[in-house]
């Protein structure tokens, strides 16, 4: 979908600016003498803003960020200087009312979330039913396990009948794409209240989360691996932090070049009082221009453009880890041009020290 007005869209180390269905982009912002300062200036802004953020540029003209978009172009507040003067002069339709701008880009970005055409309040209604069945679903199946801890459910699990197992595993995937569908709405990560006064162990929540995806219906992640152990523990939402799990170890999954061959590696790591989780994928790396945004919201690279996804995994993870008090970060390791090993590596900081077997 193009927005109706211009807008300008970091892709790497520069910034692309695009004309609107509505309004052209103004010439200035792509003569050359303006390509340098334009592109240091847009670079450095934050687009993360739940209110509309109105400012002036090096060319002066008005921008505002509003939910990770950044329009440029338009004439609103702008200082009594002479080249503001001549911009007014050159693009009369470049004018608007802030107010008024400042509604049209609210309201256009309702649409683009699809507010305006979904019912939303019917689908929260239904999702919400959904995910109630759902974790009935997922009771019942844990009742059949009978593990009477989480200590004891990685061994009731693998002997299990395959029939409860599969069960299971669809389950708690549903629950997954349900979850998303959560994420997707505005600052809900930001009102998640995940410090409920719970503990639960790292190492079990990983093994259990590597298991759901060994034990699904596509034959080709039953090499997963899981190296190292840590049985330290973590304050909050268990389900949280197994969401965070299950958005990177699907990221390995789907960026995997091979993997029947080459399969995402997972590895538990305890090192100076903290514990890190390091998931490793090869297949296309990441470019080197790309990287500062791989965290942002809607950012996909260049290197998956042919692949389908929405930008939001990676952005999701890491707020969600913030919850935790820890950290995300990509490297990179280079085999072959473009191919190579891609890690994300958890460095879990708040932890509770122990033997919580």
């Not at 950044?70 to 470049?94: E, H, M, T």
């Not at 709405?185 to 060994?214: A, L, M």
């Not at 514990?275 to 500062?292: L, N, R």
Request: net charge positive.
């Amino acid at each position: 979908m193009k927005y109706c007005y211009p807008c300008a869209k970091k892709t790497g180390k520069t910034v692309a600016f695009e004309s609107g269905s509505l309004l052209q982009i103004p010439k200035e912002y792509h003569k050359k003498g303006n390509i340098d300062k334009l592109n240091d200036f847009y670079l450095s802004l934050d687009y993360e803003t739940n209110e509309p953020k109105l400012g002036v540029d090096p060319v002066f003209f008005n921008y505002i960020v509003y939910k990770g978009i950044c329009f440029v172009g338009l004439l609103i507040d702008l200082p009594q200087r002479s080249i503001a003067n001549n911009n007014k002069k050159k693009y009369p339709r470049n004018k608007f009312d802030k107010e008024y701008i400042i509604g049209k880009i609210i309201e256009e970005q309702k649409i683009y979330d699809l507010e305006e055409y979904l019912p939303t309040k019917f689908v929260s209604q239904n999702l919400h039913e959904l995910r109630n069945l759902n974790s009935k679903i997922v009771s019942r199946v844990d009742a059949i396990l009978n593990a009477e801890s989480d200590a004891e459910w990685e061994a009731t699990f693998d002997n299990a009948d395959e029939n409860i197992k599969k069960i299971y595993v669809a389950s708690r995937l549903t629950r997954f794409i349900l979850d998303n569908f959560k994420l997707c709405s505005p600052n809900y990560i930001e009102e998640w209240n995940i410090n409920d006064g719970s503990t639960f162990v790292i190492h079990r929540s990983v093994s259990k989360i590597i298991k759901i995806y060994q034990n699904d219906f596509k034959k080709r992640n039953n090499n997963l691996t899981l190296k190292g152990q840590s049985y330290c523990q973590m304050e909050g939402k268990k389900e949280a932090f197994e969401i965070i799990l299950m958005l990177l170890i699907e990221n390995a999954i789907k960026y995997s070049n091979d993997i029947n061959s080459l399969p995402p590696k997972i590895e538990i790591i305890e090192e100076e009082g903290k514990v890190k989780i390091i998931i490793q994928s090869f297949g296309k790396t990441i470019p080197d221009e790309d990287v500062p945004n791989v965290f942002n919201r809607g950012y996909r690279s260049s290197a998956h453009s042919n692949q389908e996804g929405s930008g939001m995994g990676l952005y999701n993870a890491k707020k969600l880890l913030e919850k935790f008090d820890s950290t995300v970060d990509y490297s990179k390791q280079l085999v072959n041009n473009n191919l190579g090993w891609n890690t994300f590596t958890i460095v879990c900081n708040s932890i509770i020290k122990g033997n919580f077997k």
